[in-house]
T-cell receptor, first 119, second 115 residues
């Protein structure tokens, strides 16, 4: 089975631009979560999607948005980029969140990340 | 709100020795999961070990084991017979309440294994 894939792997943008990052979960996985990783703030939760619905959102400004498609692939978008948005953006997928639909724990698998640099 | 604290930014250990990484957390939930994730340099985050809060028995996975103290809200990771490949950032993470995949991470501990 192929792992979680994220595209692009590296991205350089300038302030004020917008960017879209893509995440393809493991086949059969319906839950996708996004995290921002920076040296200063560590790993922070951005969003969680399950069956095309956003179930959870972290404490990020409205410039950060996301969506999930019917094939479970997910995208996140950052508009009006700021220097502080430079980070590694990680995506993780699981079959179903624990407790949902009677499921017990299903392991989350992380992708390699997209390294975004804002100049 | 849940929080996860890792008080050791860096640790080092000699190959074949044992090292323990500390983690404390705060939550009012009764049902939750705790995890240790490993992030090797420039490589993907992988799950090392998980612990369900309702289980009193400490989880073990080969050379990795945890000391879960629910009342003290402590969750340490012990790595036995350390190997060079264990060199990585280690993150303690909390998941709860259930029906979510949201993880709350600690700030991480950078572990260096020396030959």
């Amino acid at each position: 089975k192929a792992g979680v894939t994220q595209t692009p792997r590296y991205l350089i943008k300038t302030r004020g631009q917008q960017v879209t990052l893509s995440c393809s979960p493991i086949s059969g996985h319906r839950s996708v979560s996004w995290y921002q990783q920076t040296p200063g703030q560590g790993l922070q939760f951005l969003f969680e999607y399950f069956s095309e619905t956003q179930r959870n959102k972290g404490n990020f400004p409205g410039r950060f948005s996301g969506r999930q498609f019917s094939n479970s692939r997910s995208e996140m978008n950052v508009s009006t980029l700021e220097l502080g948005d430079s980070a590694l953006y990680l995506c993780a997928s699981s079959h179903v969140p624990p407790g949902l639909a009677g499921e017990s724990y299903n392991e989350q698998f992380f992708g390699p990340g997209t390294r975004l640099t804002v100049l | 709100a849940q929080t996860v604290t890792q008080s050791q930014p860096e640790m080092s250990v000699q190959e074949a020795e044992t090292v323990t990484l500390s983690c404390t957390y705060d939550t009012s939930e009764n049902n939750y999961y705790l995890f240790w994730y490993k992030q090797p340099p420039s490589r993907q985050m992988i799950l090392v070990i998980r612990q369900e809060a309702y289980k009193q028995q400490n989880a073990t996975e080969n050379r990795f084991s945890v000391n879960f103290q629910k009342a003290a809200k402590s969750f340490s990771l012990k790595i036995s017979d350390s190997q060079l490949g264990d060199t990585a950032m280690y993150f303690c993470a909390f998941m709860g309440p259930l029906n979510t995949d949201k993880l709350i991470f600690g700030t991480g501990t950078r572990l260096q294994v020396f030959p």
